[in-house]
């Protein structure tokens, strides 16, 4: 339990931010629209500075790619929305929205490296300095997003439970896995595909795009599974030359 600590804590200050925001919501629509933009504009700002992070340019352009065509096949985006219909029906929320304040703050709260670099200290070496930061700051995004879309924020809180708190239990096993060299590698390269992700987030806060954002989760996966291959690609090339 207490290597889960830091999770529990990222999602109370989610909930405790979510709580505080709800009270925010008596401000005029033109504020709640300025607010909105403001936060928009700092998420694609938080996405390029992501996105350039990564070393090799063509992984994060194929991930991206062959994670929207699987994340359209397997239609996410529409069930993330149905999940938060249902939770809306549920909650009796009558203000509407809930299911795209939940996707929006799901993926605003999952997506990026500090999750995972935080979930993977908790795990290997009962570290939680990084989720307690990365609570802070979701605690604060929770307040002014739950103001401008409503209710629907809190419930984000619990797929990133389930998200870093995986990674969590099961560090020690990625630990005796995964090689070091190799994890850095990983957790850069899924820092600029989240970054294209928050980028994306932004510019769909913004009203410009409606882009399907949740259909590009799958990227993730993909950038693992190139960068392993990538990785271990000469020893493999070594091992099969050596029987021919």
Do not use: C
């Not at 996405?47 to 062959?66: F, H, N, Q, W």
């Not at 924020?153 to 995964?178: C, E, H, K, M, N």
């Not at 990983?186 to 795009?209: N, P, Q």
């Amino acid at each position: 339990m207490l290597s889960l600590l830091g999770s529990i804590v990222n999602v109370l200050a989610i909930a405790a931010g979510s709580f505080t925001g709800l009270f925010w919501r008596n401000i005029s629509e033109q504020m709640k629209t300025t607010v909105l933009q403001g936060i928009a504009v700092t998420v694609i700002v938080l996405g390029i500075s992501m996105a350039l992070e990564t070393d090799r340019i063509i992984i994060v352009i194929a991930s991206i790619a062959l994670g929207a065509m699987l994340g359209e096949r397997w239609r996410l985006e529409d069930r993330m929305n149905r999940f938060g219909i249902w939770l809306e029906t549920k909650t009796g929320a009558r203000e509407g929205g809930v299911a795209q304040a939940f996707v929006t703050a799901t993926l605003i709260f999952v997506v990026g490296a500090v999750g995972i670099v935080g979930a993977l200290d908790s795990g290997l070496r009962g570290d939680h300095t990084v989720l307690y930061t990365k609570s802070m700051l979701d605690g604060i995004t929770a307040i002014f997003l739950t103001s401008t879309l409503g209710v629907g924020i809190i419930f984000s809180a619990v797929p990133v439970f389930l998200f870093q708190g995986i990674i969590t239990l099961f560090a020690v096993r990625i630990d005796r896995l995964v090689p070091p060299d190799l994890m850095d590698q990983l957790i850069v390269e899924i820092t600029g595909v989240g970054g294209v992700m928050i980028i994306a987030i932004g510019i769909r806060l913004l009203g410009i795009l409606n882009i399907r954002v949740a259909n590009l989760l799958p990227a993730l996966l993909f950038t693992v599974a190139i960068v392993s291959i990538m990785y271990y690609r000469e020893p493999l090339v070594q091992f099969f030359t050596g029987w021919f």
